[in-house]
């Protein structure tokens, strides 16, 4: 039996921690978010890009400031692609665990690269003090489902599982545009997004949840 990483959706007190921030979509017209974390990288943005204009979906990139540093042509074909970008530190820091003015100086750094209103904290971790400093200048983006593709002892289907058996309108939902996710990823992207249509639900864009954070029930 295959048991579902718990982190597919974060614990519920944790919202009251951090008021405004994005864990939902409008949920009008059965719209779902579709984000990737981690990226970009050459070896596997890409392969995410031509998958979406296939099937013409517009998603949020929260990106690693190193990794456009590295791969500026790569986070240039998500901007011209259509898509949104959004600021995931400099070094996919995890909040709880750094210092808040290094974490705060990490996110400036990885600004220097990625112009975004968006900023998803690594892991979904940080200090309020780190979130109230963000939030005046970035809409912070947490989530309702990580489809946890990282994780390699998951099987494709498992990975399947967890978006498909959570979802719900407004659901903003993470995938990984990354080297550790990639063998799930190619697998079960297709097949989410396939089964998603299957069953009625429209992705939105992000943007189009600015500022408009709705709490929901787990």
């Excluded at 919202?15 to 990226?39: C, E, H, S, V």
């Amino acid at each position: 039996m295959q048991f579902l990483d718990p982190r597919i959706r974060l614990p519920q007190f944790l919202k009251r921690f951090f008021p405004g921030a994005l864990w939902m979509g409008p949920t009008a017209g059965n719209q779902i978010y579709l984000t990737f974390d981690d990226g970009p990288v050459p070896e596997v943005t890409p392969w995410v890009l031509n998958l979406l204009r296939e099937e013409r979906i517009k998603s949020c990139f929260f990106c690693v400031g190193e990794n456009v540093m590295r791969f500026p042509e790569v986070y240039q074909q998500i901007l011209d692609e259509g898509h949104l970008t959004g600021n995931h530190t400099y070094n996919h820091l995890q909040g709880l665990k750094t210092e808040t003015g290094h974490y705060l100086e990490n996110a400036d750094k990885a600004a220097q690269f990625i112009d975004s209103p968006f900023f998803r904290p690594p892991h979904g971790l940080l200090k309020i003090s780190q979130y109230k400093k963000l939030s005046r200048k970035y809409q912070v983006v947490m989530w309702d489902i990580v489809s946890c593709d990282y994780n390699r002892s998951l099987s494709v289907d498992a990975v399947v599982s967890n978006v498909m058996n959570n979802v719900r309108p407004g659901s903003i939902i993470i995938f990984h545009d990354s080297y550790k996710a990639r063998k799930n990823l190619y697998a079960a992207l297709p097949v989410v997004i396939r089964e998603l249509k299957t069953k009625g639900y429209r992705f939105g864009a992000l943007s189009d949840a600015m500022n408009r954070s709705k709490d929901s029930s787990v």
